[in-house]
């Protein structure tokens, strides 16, 4: 009869300890796996890792508020990929291509024609006036739900030219871990990209997992109207806002209203917003994507077209910026490797 008892005793002991471990693996993952387990294990990881532990350790020196943990990250380049052209402009190159019947003078003028020619380098030559007249153009004319269902349906289709995946699908892995991490340890996140914000909201929760009022970008004129007697938000082909270079740390003071303690970048377009964050007291929190990586990914910074770094690479060292180098730091680049 006692051993019995016994036996029934430790069977009981068995599934009450399995259970606490379900319900400990429920309610907090983390528990179960080292963080960011997309990369490796380098200075790198190593400087994250401490940072969140210290600014999350209640009583000690470096400890942040939750409410003041925000992290900011750019986007083009920094949680997804930029190369061998900004995923925008893939989407303007399509949009003319596809608005090309209803305008026929575009096959003469510049540089639409050289959009239809295919000729990426005559586009390049139109400048900063022929790229904001395309995205006039391709972002504008429309009303903000028009806007976000021809961006949502291009996001469910396109692809990358180089890897044949869809655009949703090249993102970092590593990044996609470090917000996942950030988020588990009281940490807000935000993009503040030079981006249109328009743009990136509509699919910015499902492939980051941050909502759209936590997306900071470029903007045009917007003005309220009635259609019939339905009230709509027209999309007008003007510039409100360039979110990039000095305009970072403006949008985020304007839009967010708090001081960053995280912030993560890879060019130029990035140095005021690290400057700014890092030069606050406090703990303060830096990093560079350096694209080192031309097998798995692409290799580029100082002479690039698109995402140059050459100013912020070369500061990164006096101002204690981690520059997180993509070849040696990360064990993958894309989920689907």
Same mark, same amino acid.
């Given at each position: 009869m006692t051993n019995r008892s016994e036996a029934s005793d430790a069977i009981f002991a068995s599934l009450l300890v399995a259970l606490v471990m379900l319900i400990i693996g429920a309610v907090s993952p983390a528990w179960a796996q080292e963080p960011l387990p997309s990369w490796n294990d380098t200075a790198a990881k190593t400087r994250i890792i401490d940072f969140v532990k210290a600014t999350t350790a209640k009583g000690g020196e470096g400890y942040v508020a939750p409410e003041d943990r925000i992290a900011v990250f750019d986007n083009d380049g920094t949680l997804w990929v930029e190369q061998p052209f900004y995923i925008q402009l893939g989407f303007v190159l399509d949009r003319v291509k596809t608005l090309?019947?209803?305008h026929p003078e575009w096959k003469e003028k510049a540089p639409f024609k050289s959009v239809l020619a295919g000729d990426l380098k005559g586009v390049a030559r139109s400048g900063e006036k022929g790229m904001v007249e395309l995205g006039m153009a391709t972002h504008a004319g429309m009303t903000t739900d028009q806007f976000s269902k021809i961006v949502t349906d291009w996001f469910a289709t396109a692809k990358h030219p180089k890897t044949g995946k869809l655009y949703t699908e090249m993102t970092y892995a590593p990044m996609?871990?470090?917000?996942?991490?950030?988020r588990a340890n009281g940490f807000k996140t935000y993009i503040v990209s030079g981006g249109g914000v328009e743009f990136m909201r509509p699919i910015t929760e499902k492939i980051y997992g941050i909502p759209p009022?936590?997306?900071v970008g470029s903007t045009i004129i917007t003005e309220y109207a009635l259609v019939g007697d339905v009230p709509v938000l027209r999309r007008l082909p003007k510039i409100d806002?360039?979110?990039d270079g000095?305009?970072?740390p403006v949008g985020i003071n304007q839009f967010i209203g708090?001081?960053?303690i995280f912030v993560a970048g890879n060019s130029d377009g990035d140095y005021e917003m690290l400057r700014w964050v890092t030069a606050a007291k406090g703990p303060g929190f830096a990093m560079i994507i350096h694209h080192t990586d031309a097998e798995r990914e692409y290799a580029y910074d100082r002479q690039s077209t698109f995402g140059k770094l050459? @100013? +912020?690479?070369?500061?990164a060292e006096r101002r204690n910026w981690l520059v997180?180098?993509? @070849? +040696?730091?990360w064990k993958k680049i894309f989920g689907w490797e």
């Open positions: 090309a019947p209803q996609r871990e470090l917000l996942d991490y950030l009022e936590q997306v806002f360039v979110n000095p305009g970072k708090r001081k960053p050459d @100013k +912020a690479l070369n500061e997180v180098d993509m @070849k +040696a730091d």
